[in-house]
């Protein structure tokens, strides 16, 4: 063997050898939070007394270990709620209490969760825009929106992207009845009108939300509740360790050709409609698509309406490809016509005749 391939075959061997290498294990939130405790830190975000902290420790730590009997979860979750009550905006701004409440939310009584509706809409703008408490209005809006809708949906009733094409092919079956209601008409009311007060709101804040790494994503939040969306393509499933899954948690597939979607009103399908206008009229709105975090919001307004309105679809599709996918102002110039760029450095750089899209990750 000569010496370049024994060279060769080292390089190969030292390439497995790193590959094979352990990945040390990030330790998992309990236990980071444990390790805060014992530094005497109350966690990252607002301060909460140790007592509180200690008791938010050991009702995570219950949880993991799992609790099946469902009066005894709903006791803890009870309980946990009401030693929240009169320092709700103080436990969801501490990294550890905004998690406790984040998981059990989705399992609050009607009297708790509307006590959160009212306490966190007066302070909305700086809740939206917190790394932890953002976290918390995201988790009210999607609850209070699955209250407020649950009982539209039937078993043969969603629709999906495959709808359309079947329709021909087969009458569809006959609709079973509506859920029965699994709250007084009361509280789904105001389930209803909070998903309404915190669209709204973020529509009439759109300007400043689509570039705030937070309130971004109370805005796709916003979107995805009010189209119906329950998983993106590529999206998995929020595991809550409450609840046992029913599925093998692996999520919707990235490049899935259907998507099932909730039943929602023609409110809700409005207020899509008039996220879609405003965002359109923005002399910005080409550029969206080139950046991470605003790339994401067009994504996710683009499954939104497509469950919304056809015509609307067309003509979302139509701006995006004429004014930044593929502007007018864009020149394909021939390989005969190209001239050399160079860099600062006098580098000859590759230039590239493809239209902008192609030149952008985040477009992509």
């Not at 629709?159 to 079973?176: F, G, I, M």
């Not at 105001?190 to 709204?200: A, G, H, P, Q, V």
């Not at 609840?243 to 692996?250: A, E, P, Q, T, W």
């Amino acid at each position: 063997m000569s010496q370049e391939n024994v060279s060769n075959t080292n390089d190969h061997h030292e390439r497995d050898d790193h590959k094979r290498r352990p990945r040390k294990k990030r330790k998992n939130f309990l236990a980071n939070a444990k390790k805060y405790a014992k530094k005497g830190q109350m966690g990252r975000g607002t301060k909460i007394p140790e007592e509180l902290y200690q008791y938010f420790v050991g009702i995570l730590d219950a949880m993991k270990q799992g609790i099946e009997d469902k009066d005894e979860r709903t006791a803890l979750v009870n309980n946990v709620l009401e030693r929240t009550k009169g320092e709700e905006q103080n436990v969801i701004g501490n990294q550890l209490g905004c998690r406790v409440v984040e998981l059990l939310l989705p399992f609050a009584s009607p009297e708790d969760l509307e006590r959160y509706m009212e306490v966190l809409s007066p302070d909305l703008r700086r809740l939206c825009s917190d790394n932890f408490t953002s976290h918390v209005v995201e988790t009210l809006l999607r609850v209070a929106c699955e209250r407020a809708t649950e009982h539209l949906q039937t078993g043969e009733g969603n629709s999906s992207d495959s709808d359309d094409e079947e329709a021909p092919k087969k009458k569809k079956a006959k609709l079973e009845p509506k859920a029965e209601k699994k709250y007084t008409e009361d509280h789904i009311k105001k389930c209803y009108e909070f998903t309404i007060k915190i669209s709204k709101y973020a529509l009439n804040n759109l300007e400043d939300f689509v570039w705030d790494q937070y309130a971004n994503h109370i805005l796709r939040s916003v979107l995805k509740c009010l189209s119906g969306i329950t998983l993106l393509p590529g999206e998995k499933p929020k595991v809550n360790i409450f609840k046992d899954s029913i599925d093998d948690g692996k999520g919707i597939p990235p490049h899935t050709g259907k998507m099932v979607y909730k039943t929602v009103t023609d409110e809700f399908k409005e207020i899509v409609k008039e996220f879609v206008h405003r965002l359109t009229s923005w002399p910005q709105f080409k550029d969206l698509p080139y950046q991470n975090i605003t790339s994401g919001l067009v994504q996710v307004l683009l499954y939104a309406i497509k469950n919304v309105d056809k015509n609307v679809t067309k003509d979302l599709l139509r701006k995006l490809l004429d004014e930044s996918f593929a502007p007018e102002d864009w020149v394909n110039n021939s390989a005969d016509d190209k001239k050399e760029v160079k860099d600062g450095e006098g580098v000859a750089v590759e230039t590239s005749n493809l239209p902008p899209v192609f030149e952008s990750e985040p477009a992509v």
